[in-house]
């Protein structure tokens, strides 16, 4: 059985930081893109950041500069470090893990509250 699993959410003042990890368990085969979208209060679900199976990434510009995205691929596990957070951070975020012409999983979503 997939299981992919977000944890690293949290309360946090502006600017402090954050680490999100997203670990997968169950997927036989390679997986191509991983990434992480978060959803604010009241609005949509938005893309922030996404990593690839050789190695390159893609950061939104609401978070370019002060986030990075990785790859452990011996733990299974995905990092996206929020630094120099804002209010407007404030989210719950959704790790996904893509297999091409398979199937994408979905995480159940950590929340982050960023406080002014």
């Known amino acids: 059985q997939v299981q992919v699993v977000e944890s690293g959410g949290g309360w946090v003042q502006a600017g402090g930081s954050l680490r999100l990890s997203c670990t997968t368990s169950?997927?036989?085969?390679?997986?191509?893109?991983m990434g992480w979208y978060r959803q604010p209060p009241g609005k949509q679900r938005e893309l922030v950041a996404e990593?690839?199976?050789?190695?390159?990434?893609e950061l939104a510009d609401s978070v370019k500069g002060r986030s990075t995205i990785s790859m452990d691929s011996a733990k299974n596990t995905m990092y996206l470090q929020l630094n120099s957070l804002k209010p407007e951070d404030t989210a719950v975020y959704y790790c996904?893990?893509?297999?091409?012409?398979?199937?994408?999983?979905w995480g159940q979503g950590t929340e982050v509250t960023v406080s002014s």
């Open positions: 996904y893990a893509t297999i091409y012409l398979q199937n994408t999983y």
């Open positions: 169950g997927i036989t085969s390679s997986v191509d893109e």
């Open positions: 990593i690839w199976r050789r190695g390159r990434t």
